[in-house]
């Protein structure tokens, strides 16, 4: 069974970094597409940034400049490099990856990880 686990997030002070990471793990054949969403509540989830199977980055522009995605296939994981952080990134950040399992390609999340800013 497909497993993703995220790790990295915390309490940071406006203008501060972060990391996050997420591991994929269980049997995997192959990873395609890796992604963070973030959402805080009421909201609906959103994409803030995404890495295609051959290194491709997008980004939502509000984190464009501040925020670096990068994976690394031989560890099934992708990162999220968070810089000058604002209030307003304060979500919940869930990693997504579309994984080959058993011959079939499904979406998987993380449990999610709590990335607060505030002074």
């Known amino acids: 069974q497909v497993h993703l686990v995220e790790s990295g997030g915390g309490l940071v002070q406006p203008g501060g970094s972060l990391r996050l990471s997420c591991a994929a793990s269980g049997g995997i054949d192959s990873i395609y597409a890796m992604a963070w969403y973030r959402q805080t509540p009421g909201k609906q989830r959103e994409l803030a940034a995404s890495?295609?199977?051959?290194?491709?980055?997008n980004y939502k522009n509000s984190v464009k400049g501040r925020f670096t995605i990068s994976r690394d296939n031989a560890k099934n994981t992708v990162y999220l490099q968070m810089n000058s952080l604002k209030s307003e990134d304060t979500a919940v950040y869930y990693c997504?990856?579309?994984?080959?399992?058993?011959?079939?390609?499904?979406?998987?999340w993380g449990q999610g990880t709590q990335v607060t800013v505030s002074s």
């Open positions: 997504n990856m579309y994984i080959t399992y058993r011959g079939q390609v499904n979406g998987y």
């Open positions: 890495i295609s199977t051959v290194g491709t980055p």
